[in-house]
């Protein structure tokens, strides 16, 4: 009896069968991919043959020299509509296209004028969604807002000195929640208080900034920090593997 195979490898042979194609449709050689991605021709000729797993990474790489979209190496494949249960981590492709979503947790008038007007002049693309007190930030993050149209957001910056709910408890909430705890919370402060901040990146604050009197300062910060989450790092919402 012909033994089945497992899967992941039947995707690495899918996988290297597409590489081949495309790579031939576009006329290049192994040794012309390799030279374009830093890698030996044999290891192009291992990744087309299965025989070496190529990296999520490198996929991606992949994909922008051959000119295709991410997904391009997953279709067609049919073993997970077969099995919706496989996930695989290798072969999770970053999205580092599409705007970054950010919930803006904030009651002062003026801070949310400003950082909004940051947002809106970044070199990335941002959705951004604001709510102005604690029991509004979990409750939209809960799905409990049904009037309101906005995706899961990708990160949370969080002011601390927020009415109904303190922004420090509102971070314990969200990282004691499992369907939540995930999503990165930024802490943004008039000031900075040393036990404060302590106190914030031990309830696992992925950052705390400080909001800056001259406004060019604060751009940048919101700017570099934008970039950050938006090219630099690959966040669970914004990632996308084979299966849909």
């Known amino acids: 009896m012909k033994d089945t195979l497992e899967p992941e490898k039947e995707l690495d042979i899918y996988i290297g069968k597409r590489l081949r194609i495309k790579r031939q449709k576009l006329g290049l050689t192994l040794s012309d991919l390799g030279e374009k991605i830093g890698?030996?021709?044999?290891q192009i000729q291992k990744y087309e043959q299965a025989q070496?797993?190529?990296?999520?990474i490198l996929l991606y790489r992949l994909c922008q020299i051959l000119g295709?979209?991410?997904?391009?190496?997953f279709q067609g494949?049919?073993?997970f509509s077969k099995n919706t249960e496989l996930t695989s981590p290798d072969i999770i492709i970053p999205d580092h296209e599409s705007p970054l979503n950010v919930l803006l947790i904030e009651d002062d008038a003026a801070d949310e004028l400003l950082?909004?007007?940051a947002f809106s002049e970044c070199s990335v693309?941002?959705?951004?969604?604001t709510v102005?007190?604690?029991m509004a930030a979990m409750d939209f993050l809960r799905n409990k807002l049904i009037s309101v149209d906005f995706p899961r957001p990708d990160i949370i910056l969080l002011d601390l000195n927020i009415p109904k709910r303190d922004g420090a408890t509102v971070l314990r909430e969200i990282k004691r929640d499992r369907d939540l705890n995930d999503i990165p919370v930024i802490i943004m402060t008039n000031g900075i208080n040393f036990q404060e901040m302590l106190s914030c990146y031990k309830a696992y604050a992925s950052g705390y900034i400080c909001k800056p009197f001259d406004y060019e300062v604060f751009q940048s910060n919101i700017d570099a920090l934008a970039r950050y989450w938006?090219?630099?790092v690959v966040l669970p919402n914004r990632s996308r593997g084979p299966i849909s």
């Not at 890698?39 to 044999?42: A, G, L």
């Not at 693309?125 to 969604?129: A, Q």
């Open 115 to 117: 950082t909004c007007r």
């Open 132 to 134: 102005h007190d604690g």
């Open 39 to 42: 890698v030996s021709h044999q």
């Open 68 to 73: 295709v979209e991410s997904n391009y190496f």
């Open 77 to 79: 494949f049919t073993a």
């Open 230 to 232: 938006a090219k630099s």
């Open 125 to 129: 693309s941002v959705n951004l969604f």
């Open 52 to 56: 070496s797993r190529i990296s999520a």
